[in-house]
């Protein structure tokens, strides 16, 4: 007969089963065990095996550690698909951020060249006003 002890990480990731032979245990709990594996579709579940076969015993640890490793890969699959989607959210971000930037600069360079043109026209007129009225300005200033 098997018997068997069934401990579950305290974040439920991890199911570890130990297996010993002996003739005390019942059948009941090979048909528990076989039960650990809830995200196994039914036709991959581990079939409980012919105690009396000790390679049948050694079959059933095997699929068992396989079942185990299919839930962790699961897991592990879950938890990059996640952080993929982030990443994801993440390059959308930092792509409007980047065009933002982008119009931003665009918007400066425009500015900075409309103030040279401005700064140009302000000191045309200061001259052409300094030509055009000297003498208005003298008289202005002497009053």
């Known amino acids: 007969m098997i018997t068997s002890t069934r401990r579950v990480s305290p974040d439920k990731s991890e199911v570890r089963i130990a297996f010993s032979l002996d003739d005390t245990s019942d059948v009941k709990d090979v048909e528990d065990i076989s039960q ?4 196994l579709e039914q036709r991959l579940q581990p079939v409980p095996p012919c105690v009396s076969l000790r390679e049948s015993v050694q079959v059933y640890k095997e699929h068992c ?17 996640d952080r993929k989607r982030k ?10 951020v980047a065009m933002e930037i982008a119009r931003l600069e665009e918007e400066f360079r425009r500015l900075t060249e409309e103030n040279r043109t401005l700064v140009t026209v302000h000191n045309e007129r200061a001259q052409q006003l300094e030509r055009l009225c000297p003498t208005g300005r003298t008289r202005q200033d002497s009053s």
């Open 36 to 39: 650990t594996f809830p995200d």
């Open 65 to 81: 550690r396989m079942a185990r490793e299919f839930h962790q890969v699961k897991h592990e699959i879950a938890v990059l698909e």
């Open 87 to 96: 990443l994801l959210a993440e390059l959308v971000e930092d792509e409007k």
